[in-house]
């Protein structure tokens, strides 16, 4: 099984409509983050949270929010969805205590009409 | 902001190459990531070095902190290596967290 599930992989809603991506780890890391990725520009960090009750904004975290709900999940919310916001959108993970490398989930496809 | 420049943006080249990927940054850092993300959209972490160099099979990584400059190697290139490789760097600074990202490299092996 994916140590860092994203749900759902593939996702087209209509402008106006609230989204909720969500993301699980199983690797028992403290850091998650959220990151999306638009062609010829590269991911880009939009929240990240060091633990449940610290979470911090990205370099383009307008028009999104975020939950950390436990050590093991952390959503992403699209309040009222726009189209520039269709993109392909990371969940990762990782353990600064030794080794800061992340792990990614798999990615959703968010599609906005 | 730290920026993160690499080259060539399209790598097209025969099996068996040897292929160089270049990261360069603007802000002094205390380690650079390579990642590679497949076809298929999946990304996965191949380096995280702070100095010197670094091997994992056909894939060598180097680092150069004073000239804030770091190549991706990989050498006898196969088809099955053709993927988009990103160099990152963490924050300089600030107790912040994230990665700031290349635009990565788009790598083509032709058999």
């Known amino acids: 099984d994916a140590d860092v599930t994203q749900t759902p992989r593939n996702r087209i809603t209509k402008t106006g409509k609230r989204i909720m991506l969500e993301c699980s780890q199983t690797k028992g890391h403290d850091r998650m983050y959220w990151y999306r990725q638009d062609p010829g520009l590269g991911l880009r960090l939009i929240y990240y949270s060091f633990d449940v009750k610290d979470i911090n904004k990205g370099e383009i975290s307008d028009g999104y929010s975020v939950s950390r709900q436990a050590q093991a999940k952390f959503s992403l919310s699209l309040e009222s969805a726009i189209p520039n916001q269709t993109a392909l959108y990371f969940c990762?993970?990782?353990?600064?205590?030794?080794?800061?490398?992340?792990?990614f989930g798999p990615g959703t496809r968010l599609t906005v009409l | 902001k730290n920026e993160v420049e690499q080259s060539p943006q399209n790598l097209t080249a025969q099996e068996g190459e040897f292929i160089t990927i270049n990261c360069s940054y603007s802000?002094?850092?205390?380690?650079l990531h390579w990642l590679q993300q497949h076809p298929g959209g999946g990304i996965v972490s191949l380096f995280m070095?702070?100095?010197g160099k670094k091997k994992h099979g056909r894939l060598i990584a180097t680092i150069n902190i004073q000239e804030k400059h770091s190549s991706l190697h990989i050498t006898a290139s196969h088809p099955r290596d053709s993927a988009v490789y990103i160099c990152?760097?963490?924050?300089?600074?600030?107790?912040?967290?994230?990665?700031?990202f290349g635009k990565g490299t788009h790598l083509i092996i032709q058999p």
């Open positions: 802000v002094g850092i205390s380690a």
């Open positions: 070095l702070s100095s």
């Open positions: 990762a993970t990782s353990d600064w205590s030794g080794n800061p490398t992340q792990y």
């Open positions: 990152a760097v963490p924050p300089s600074g600030g107790g912040a967290d994230g990665l700031t």
